[in-house]
């Protein structure tokens, strides 16, 4: 007999003017651009025969926002921001466009590239910072529903990447093995063995938008 869990969808917020232009957003509060939006509603309907019970989201604009166009389809459904769910504090490179940061920050580069898990941004966090502060929010929030409860987390890359490093035991100095598209989703389990993985990037529905 199937051992009871939860389900979760995670989900990464739609695209911004800030992605488009490839400038790092990290805490910086930039809403969904038009495209973010279209995608959004693509991803609606692609979680159309989904039963959620909550969503959970991270407080910036443009999680919130995805999040509230993703469930177009759905009945009124208990809605939470969840402040650890916000993307890595990227510090002193927040807004800095990405070309811009390679050229100016070679060292930098040399270090997050061998070892991003523990590097730390300067005046941001670490990547291992984000996993602990996301894993701490998502244990809780699944410890307050019961199996066979499915949920909806909508939040940010280095969020998303971080939890599905734990979920497939991957390290994080190897997180660039896995990607998240914008409004694309991810699925994972939980039962009393642990965390599983059902589905990693889905982003079938954005072929259009």
Known sequence: MDTPQIRIFLVRHGQTEWNRTHRFQGRSDVPLNE????????????????????????????????????????????????????????????????????KQYPDFLEAWQKNPATVQMPGGECLKEVQTRALKALNRIIATHPPETTLMICSHNFVILSILCHAMGISLDHFRELKQATAAYSVICKDEDGFSTEAVNVRDHLDSA
């Open 35 to 102: 495209k973010g939006r279209n995608q959004a509603r693509a991803l609606a309907g692609a979680l159309a025969g989904q039963s959620f019970t909550a969503i959970y989201a991270s407080p910036l604009k443009r999680a919130v926002e995805t999040a509230r166009l993703a469930t177009k389809y759905h009945p009124p459904i208990p809605f939470y921001t969840e402040d650890d769910f916000m993307e890595m504090a990227l510090g002193d490179f927040e807004g800095v466009y990405g070309a811009d940061w390679i």
